[in-house]
């Protein structure tokens, strides 16, 4: 069983719906692994979670969307914004959140978040690099939009992207909103938009 984030009321779906794993006495062992958890990420999972965005961002641009203190800040001020995939206890994909209150994303949301905001940030989204092209990273943001229903008053994620990214994100049902304000190291982005709750799976029931 998955260790449970206490202090926000956000952590406690994912944790009681992905870390549960029927194992008969049998084969009980006292620090068994959920074989696949999905969970709030927390301050201690700041290096893992760098490790991968490390490897992920530094080789390709030498830009990583968050840098490690960027990471713990936001892990430590709404880790409710975050999620995390975990198999066999590794850190296997994860998506950084944060709170975000004006129409389009401007420089200083890189580093601010926002309580209580309507919109949501998504900073990054990465997965680790044994795991990629096997459907995880369009699976885990489809469980975060999802999860984004169950956040009181939140009715937008946001975020910007490279061209060739574009179409991994209208396909997980986000709109293109123009070129972003933001540039990084001379390189240029399109915002990306997605209306929490708008979409026609959203309508199932997803048990939050
Ligand atoms: C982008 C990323 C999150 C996608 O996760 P993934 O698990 O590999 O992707 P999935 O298997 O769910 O989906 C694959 C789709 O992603 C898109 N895609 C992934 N990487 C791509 C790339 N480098 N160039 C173009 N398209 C890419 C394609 O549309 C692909 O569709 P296809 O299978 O029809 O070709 C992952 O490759 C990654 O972590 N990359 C490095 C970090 C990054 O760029 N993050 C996004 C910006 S924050």
Redesign the pocket.
């Known amino acids: 069983m998955a260790q449970q984030v206490s202090g926000s009321p956000f952590l406690k779906p994912f944790s009681l719906r992905a870390a549960v794993r029927v194992v008969s006495p049998l084969q009980q062992r006292r620090h068994t692994l959920p074989a696949s958890e999905f969970r709030n990420l927390t301050p201690q999972d700041a290096i893992s979670v760098f490790e991968?965005?490390r490897e992920?961002?530094v080789s390709?641009s030498g830009e990583c969307?968050l840098i490690l203190d960027e990471v713990l800040n936001f892990l430590s001020q709404c880790p409710e914004l975050s999620l995390g995939w975990f198999e066999e206890g590794q850190l296997v994909?994860f998506i950084i959140g944060s709170g975000w209150d004006k129409e389009r994303l401007s420089q200083e949301a890189m580093t601010h978040h926002v309580p209580n905001s309507p919109s949501v940030h998504?900073?990054?989204?990465?997965?680790h690099?044994h795991?990629?092209?096997?459907?995880?990273?369009?699976?885990?943001?489809w469980r975060y939009l999802q999860y984004l229903r169950c956040v009181p008053g939140l009715r937008r994620a946001l975020?910007i992207?490279?061209d060739?990214?574009v179409?991994?994100y209208l396909?997980a049902g986000f709109k293109e909103k123009g070129p972003s304000a933001i540039s990084v190291s001379n390189m240029q982005f399109h915002e990306m938009e997605y209306t929490v709750g708008g979409q026609a799976y959203a309508r199932r029931n997803s048990g939050c």
């Open positions: 991968i965005e992920a961002f390709v969307p994909a998504i900073h990054v989204l990465s997965v690099r795991c990629r092209q096997q459907g995880k990273g369009s699976i885990l943001l975020l992207c490279e060739f990214l179409p991994f396909k």
